[in-house]
């Protein structure tokens, strides 16, 4: 379910306080857990307010997005069978640890307000959600809430910026905020696809990330 933040309902943020009232320890435990949330609360940075017309937000999405078909991928996929190598193993603890040492503390979804660093803390070794992910691999089922997300417009231009620039559609980047535990374990699924994809070369040269 994907529900959309209006920019009068979006949650109110205290002002960031004067870099001479960031005490430095306080400062390096912040840029540790979140490097650009601390950029910008010290140097005060921050992003324009949308003000864009959801309708007209609608029409520029939908007409940027067309979808593309690499039929050499696909002739891979159903030459061979990936669901071995993807969804047809277990999930492994060092799996877990190993994604959750990569991510980035971005912002939570609001359904939740759980980031990766909760989840280390909750399950150090990746024992409790790996057997979790392997009964969702098992049965085939994840919860319903692990697919209700919040989607939030970033924009995407540089620091100088112009009122016709913020007024334009095409500068706001749409986001997807998930549940973090959801966002592991696809996470987990991603890495096997990658490495299925890398090894039978079926990554389109049109692959843009």
């Known amino acids: 379910m994907n529900k959309v933040r209006p920019p009068s309902q979006a949650v109110a943020r205290r002002p ?29 940075h921050k992003n324009p307010e949308l003000e864009i017309p959801v309708e007209q937000l609608g029409d520029s999405l939908s007409s940027s997005m ?17 669901s071995d190598d993807i969804t047809g193993r277990p999930v492994l603890a060092e799996e877990v640890t190993a994604r959750l040492g990569k991510a980035a503390n971005s912002a939570p979804s609001p359904l939740d ?27 085939g089922l994840t919860p319903k809430a692990w ?8 924009f995407k231009k540089p620091r100088e910026f112009t009122p ?15 549940p973090t535990i ?20 079926a990554i389109s040269p049109a692959q843009k990330g």
């Open 66 to 82: 067309g979808s593309e078909h690499h039929h050499r991928a696909h002739e891979i996929l159903v030459r061979t069978d990936a």
């Open 147 to 154: 697919r209700d997300y919040v989607t939030v417009l970033i």
């Open 164 to 178: 016709q620039e913020v007024a334009d559609p095409k500068n706001w980047r749409p986001i997807a905020l998930l």
């Open 113 to 139: 307000r759980l980031t990766y660093r909760h989840l280390s803390r909750f399950d150090p070794h990746g024992e409790v959600l790996a057997a979790l992910f392997c009964a969702c691999l098992r049965t």
């Open 182 to 201: 959801a966002k592991v374990f696809t996470g987990i699924l991603a890495d096997r696809l990658q490495q299925w994809a890398t090894l039978h070369q």
């Open 16 to 44: 960031p306080p004067h870099p001479t009232q960031f005490p430095p320890l306080a400062v390096q435990r912040f840029y540790n857990r979140n490097r650009k949330r601390s950029f910008q609360q010290v140097t005060g």
